[in-house]
């Protein structure tokens, strides 16, 4: 039998002229040497030679920038092309990449409990990070079917198989069913101990829409959180700002202050007075601003708020707030009212944001010399374990430790 | 004080770091442009391992004689030491925060002798 002359794809490797061989066919056929063709729009993918281009950036620091953060989809010249690790000046990310891990339990749950172990944390309450910004994605769809997908795998491959570890998982917010169903489905799952706001979302949390979700996690003893994060590309506020430390100062702390306001004014505390929130990574500073601003404004407008049934300042203080990133440069003096305001002793929660830049150590509250030996306690898992339901679960390296030295001491 | 032996001379490349334990006290020996520097390894925000993160020249902003904006610039001749933590930064000169003054590395003299370097702890 004559060989017949033929290509096999599943091992030839990609060459433009064989791509294009049709192409070549008919420039012949129709003997386009015979005139000349000029194509005012071509393409190539410059970003295969960004490691060229960024040479020629002229400015040093944006130059170094560009090396760290690259080109692509989260890169320099993104929307949230931020440069959190301030260009290779925090190197924990790139580092812990390469961290080798046993093949079991699970990576995250291993890479988890060593920080957890070093700071001495028994118990933490796990967020994702790029997902901060789902929120921000155009396509809805897209955040509900990533939303759960990580949720679902969050609860099967890590929240199941470690007691240490809780999370309140992700709420896909413009797609308010999503949410309702999103705590009937993972509400009582082992390791679920509330669902989360992610604040950057253009809804307004009073919205009738969510009003029995709120309710499905208030009926099942749930806490609601709202975790702030920025935004930069795409919105008109944030795009006035030009350096990432502008956007993070004020992004996390606007949108929950924008949420806090939002439900106060719409009397949630009155409609769901057994639902407990939780307002993290804002920092402190935010909450005797927003008190006194929302208090003043109330003395006056309280026809337009009258479910309000007490000042709002009353009503914060029976939230609860996270620590990080707790604003502690030479200003004891405001830190120590700033307690006293949001009766920091039982309602403020001890957050480190491990591994991220802000991160803050259990030390930020253990040496804080205005608060008694209760207080501290309470701040740094005391309350945590009220506001969240937390059963007793404690770290074993602490237990080997302690074990010591009730040996010792015996 | 002591003199404890940090390493040979050269044992420490250009642009290097050894953390050396001296009782209980971690000591970074950092070489740069030609001479070593050592610095308590411990950062005065919230302790961490101060010596062990990056060193960064200083950044400028560039401002022209009409006060717009040019660009941002290295001043190489103040490299800082950056912590690995939160990105606290150091004069490499003289351990002094480059935000506030009052705040400082807890410095060690170098001494270079017979080819070793020696810190006096």
């Known amino acids: 039998m004559d060989t017949v002359n033929y290509r096999d794809l599943a091992v030839e490797s990609f060459d433009t002229k064989t791509l294009l061989s049709h192409a070549a066919q008919q420039a012949a056929q129709r003997r386009y040497e015979d005139f000349l063709i000029v194509d005012v729009d071509a393409h190539h993918y410059e970003t295969d030679s960004f490691a060229e281009i960024i040479g020629y950036i002229e400015d040093p620091i944006m130059r170094e920038q560009a090396q760290y953060q690259g080109f692509g989809r989260t890169g320099i010249a993104s929307g949230p092309g931020s440069y959190q690790n301030l260009a290779g000046r925090v190197g924990r990310y790139p580092g812990v990449q390469k961290e080798k891990t046993p093949p079991t339990p699970h990576r995250d749950i291993t890479l988890t409990k060593r920080w957890m172990d070093a700071m001495g944390i028994d118990i933490a309450c796990m967020f994702p990070t790029p997902m901060l910004q789902l929120g921000t994605c155009p396509r809805i769809d897209v955040e509900t079917a990533l939303a759960r997908a990580y949720n679902r795998w969050l609860v099967e491959n890590v929240l199941a198989h470690e007691p240490r570890l809780h999370s309140t998982l992700y709420l896909p917010m413009r797609d308010p069913e999503a949410c309702y169903k999103m705590v009937q489905d993972f509400g009582d799952k082992k390791g679920v101990i509330g669902f989360t706001v992610v604040s950057p979302v253009k809804t307004g949390v009073y919205d009738n829409v969510y009003a029995k979700t709120w309710r499905a996690i208030e009926e099942r003893n749930l806490t609601l959180v709202f975790h702030g994060a920025y935004t930069w590309g795409g919105d008109q506020q944030a795009e006035l700002c030009n350096r990432f430390m502008a956007v993070h100062a004020l992004g996390f702390t606007w949108f929950n202050i924008l949420h806090m306001t939002n439900w106060l004014c719409n009397g949630m505390p009155e409609r769901f007075p057994n639902l407990r929130t939780v307002w993290i990574e804002s920092g402190l500073a935010w909450i005797p601003f927003l008190m006194q601003r929302l208090d003043n404004e109330w003395m006056m407008r309280s026809s337009e708020v009258p479910l309000l049934k007490k000042k709002p300042s009353d009503y914060m203080r029976e939230m609860y707030y996270s620590t990080q990133p707790m604003e502690m440069v030479n200003n004891r003096e405001a830190l120590e009212l700033t307690f006293k305001m949001i009766n920091a002793e039982t309602q403020l929660l001890y957050s480190s944001d491990y591994p991220h830049w802000d991160m803050d150590l259990p030390s930020t509250i253990y040496d804080l010399p205005f608060l008694s030996e209760q207080a501290k306690r309470n701040i740094l898992g005391g309350n945590a374990k009220r506001a969240f339901n937390l059963g007793p679960v404690v770290s074993e390296v602490k237990s080997r430790r302690l074990a010591e030295r009730n040996n010792a001491n015996a | ?121």
């Open chain 2, 1 to 121: 004080m002591s003199e404890v032996l940090v390493c040979k001379d050269g044992e420490i490349v250009e642009g290097g770091v050894r953390v050396i334990t001296a009782g209980e006290v971690e000591i970074g020996v950092i070489r740069h442009g030609g001479k070593y520097y050592a610095y308590r390894n411990h950062c005065p925000h919230q302790g961490g391992p101060v010596c062990e993160g990056v060193r960064m020249p200083a950044v400028l902003d560039i401002i022209a004689p009409d006060r717009t904006f040019l660009q941002q610039d290295y001043d190489k001749n103040d490299m800082h030491i950056v912590c690995p933590w939160h990105a606290y930064e150091f004069h490499l000169e003289d351990g002094v925060n480059v935000c506030d003054k009052r705040i400082r590395l807890q410095k060690f003299n170098v001494v270079e002798k017979n080819g070793a370097v020696y810190v006096n702890v």
